[in-house]
Nanobody, 126 residues
Framework: QVQLLESGPGLVNLSQTLSLTCTVS??????????WSWIRQTPGMGPEWMGV???????YYTPSLKSRISISRDTSKNQLSLRLVSMNPEDTAVYYC??????????????????WGKGTLVTVTS
């Protein structure tokens, strides 16, 4: 069974850059049919799908974050990374990495997610 574990700073200063890592065990991040996403959630709101990286390394990002987000991977470590620049208070959320199946680039939501990490809380401080 695949397991995903997010790690990174719990506090990020206003206007600085967030960097998170997701370590995957129990399965390769380049396995067939699966893609790997970053999703975040604030209290009282539904999950916000942020972006995904496919088996071939292609990335898709939700339009509202496209200018600030970058998702990458290190296949030798079986890890994913999220980078979000110009952090502001609205970016305070629990950040999750996730595995989803058969992502085709035509939607920007979490409907295809099959496995979630435990999440990590990120708070933007001024």
């Amino acid at each position: 069974q695949v397991q995903l574990l997010e790690s990174g700073p719990g506090l990020v200063n206003l206007s600085q850059t967030l960097s998170l890592t997701c370590t995957v065990s129990g399965g390769s991040i380049i396995m067939h049919y699966y893609a790997w996403s970053w999703i975040r959630q604030t209290p009282g709101m539904g999950p916000e799908w942020m972006g995904v990286i496919l088996k071939n390394g292609t990335t898709y990002y939700t339009p509202s974050l496209k200018s600030r987000i970058s998702i990458s991977r290190d296949t030798s470590k079986n890890q994913l990374s999220l980078r979000l620049v110009s952090m502001n208070p609205e970016d305070t959320a629990v950040y999750y990495c996730a595995r989803e199946k058969d992502y085709n680039g035509t939607y920007y939501n979490a409907s295809g997610v099959e496995d979630w990490g435990k999440g990590t809380l990120v708070t933007v401080t001024s």
